[in-house]
């Protein structure tokens, strides 16, 4: 509940932001049409993006079933309609918080028209620096970034526990403290961060190839959750395989994309998710299936009533 109020508070700025930069371009009328004096079809989708690649793109918002933060969120309820409605309007939501988030970049284009690749990463803190006064800004600029704090805390945070739990407990130290356990998550999450922000300082990409790329991953994943929550025969051999080959796929349609920044399969325009999440679904089942069935023990702790798989 807490996360939940914090999370409400920081997003704040947002709506500030945006109420603040629209009232500057002199309304929202105004705004969108000096966008589209500057830039004719930005704000149209015919032309810019095909139609397999569009489709492509609806298979990307199934990232949010495999976010280890929203699983651990969801796993401390004790009932399934504790988490229904929030599981239900998750995708409502994202719409209001990301709406104003595309609409600040879309202006950003009109005032900083020259911003190209990962340059464009900065538009938000000089669109703020630009139509907020030196005080404001700072308030708006923190805001925000405490928004985006408040998302990657519990995503650290998560990861570490996975390392903990399911890593260094499960098959190193199975009697660890939890002074231990502690020390172990604070090394991990150290080591992680610090990975990343060496990474930032060398890989010249902008956040929505990154994003991408990061969201594909997930997605191609979503075959394991639903077949776990609906599928008997699943079998932790089937799953690993599936995970492999996610992992594999993701390093070679990486390599290719990277080179080649409008890569698509076969030239079709459909995005290598697809391609993916197809393989992940189909390594899924035929190792779930050449595989020993999991035990009835087992299977009946996840299935009590007959005919809910």
């Given amino acids: 509940m807490g996360e939940r109020v914090s999370n409400a508070r920081f997003y704040d700025p947002w709506a500030v932001t945006v109420g603040l930069i629209v009232s500057r371009h002199g309304g929202i009328d105004a705004a969108l049409m000096s966008v589209e004096s500057v830039h004719p079809g930005l704000l149209v989708r015919e032309g810019a993006m095909s139609p397999t690649k569009f489709v492509s793109y609806m298979l990307i918002p199934l990232f949010a079933g495999m976010f280890p933060h929203l699983f651990m969120h969801w796993l401390t309820a004790r009932e399934a309609k504790s988490f229904r409605w929030p599981v239900v309007l998750y995708p409502i939501c994202i719409a209001v918080v990301w709406l104003p988030s595309v609409l600040l970049g879309v202006m950003g284009r009109v005032d900083f028209a020259g911003l190209e690749g990962p340059a464009a990463n900065a538009v938000l803190v000089k669109v703020i620096d630009l139509h907020a006064p030196g005080i404001l800004a700072g308030l708006l600029g923190a805001g925000v970034f ?158 009590e009533a007959e005919g809910s798989a």
Avoid at 175 to 185: A, K, R, Y
Avoid at 231 to 238: A, E, K, N, P, V
């Fill in 146 to 303: 405490g928004a985006v704090m408040s998302s990657l805390d519990s995503q650290v945070l998560v990861v570490g526990t996975m390392f903990t739990q399911d890593g260094v407990r499960h098959y190193g130290i199975r009697n660890m403290s939890e002074p231990q356990q502690v020390l172990f998550g604070r090394i991990f999450v150290t080591a992680i961060l610090a990975i990343v922000f060496a990474l930032s300082l060398v890989v010249d990409r902008s956040i929505f190839r990154l994003g991408i790329w990061s969201f594909s991953g997930f997605s191609a994943l979503f075959p394991v959750l639903v077949a776990s929550v609906f599928w008997r025969r699943t079998t932790s051999r089937g799953v690993i395989a599936a995970f492999a080959t996610v992992a594999v796929t993701w390093v070679y349609f990486l390599q290719r994309s990277w080179s080649d920044p409008g890569y698509s399969l076969w030239g079709t325009g459909l995005m290598p998710v697809v391609a993916m999440t197809i393989a992940s679904s189909v390594v899924l089942v035929i190792g779930s299936l050449v595989s020993r069935p999991p035990e009835d023990d087992r299977v009946r702790r996840f299935f």
